[in-house]
């Protein structure tokens, strides 16, 4: 619904006061399933992108390319799933979206490939001008790197705040957080 793919059945989402499909520019959205056609290269993939986006950045492309170790030549649907999860990463990253919204980045992947990911979030965050939007399970992985956490069962906030704070509140890690909370549910 952030992204402005589907909009809810009751209620509302606003981007900056607006409805998400006034505002799907200024998302960009790394969706956890592929979204690639099985013929593209990496070229092709971000030449695709490139035409629907005016804030596509072709240097942060080159240079995230470089980073991440990936080649434009690599046929999407020839590499690995850790490799396609880093090109997902370098696409969406290679535009200036001020919203990023990502849904299981982590998913499925092996650990180095994480860490890079993670690494390259950080490194590529622009504060002040940017907010990233991670959805996922993998609490653990990005617990050092979230400002604000919101836990959600079936569409329900079970539990809200800044991480930071729920962390010395209640001495816990977020992921022994977020059990206790889902524990204690119903």
């Not at 956890?32 to 629907?52: H, T």
Request: aromatic share 8%; hydrophobic share 40%; net charge negative.
């Amino acid at each position: 619904m952030i992204a402005g793919l589907t909009r809810p059945d009751r209620g509302r989402v606003l981007i900056d006061g607006d409805l998400p499909y006034h505002r799907k520019i200024q998302v960009a959205f790394l969706p956890e399933i592929d979204y690639f056609y099985s013929w593209m290269d990496v070229k092709q993939a971000a030449r695709f992108l490139r035409s629907f986006y005016p804030d596509w950045d072709q240097e942060r492309f080159q240079e995230l390319l470089l980073y991440l170790n990936l080649s434009e030549s690599m046929k999407i649907t020839k590499i690995s799933k850790g490799q396609r999860a880093k090109v997902k990463l370098l696409l969406t990253l290679s535009r200036r979206a001020p919203y990023i919204l990502m849904d299981e980045p982590l998913s499925g992947i092996d650990v180095l490939t994480r860490e890079e990911i993670i690494t390259t979030l950080i490194r590529d965050f622009r504060e002040g001008e940017q907010t990233i939007v991670i959805s996922t399970h993998e609490i653990a992985e990005i617990e050092g790197i979230v400002d604000e956490v919101i836990f959600i069962e079936q569409g329900h906030i079970k539990l809200q705040g800044n991480a930071e704070e729920l962390r010395q509140e209640r001495g816990l890690s977020l992921l022994d957080i977020m059990k206790e909370a889902f524990r204690h549910a119903g």
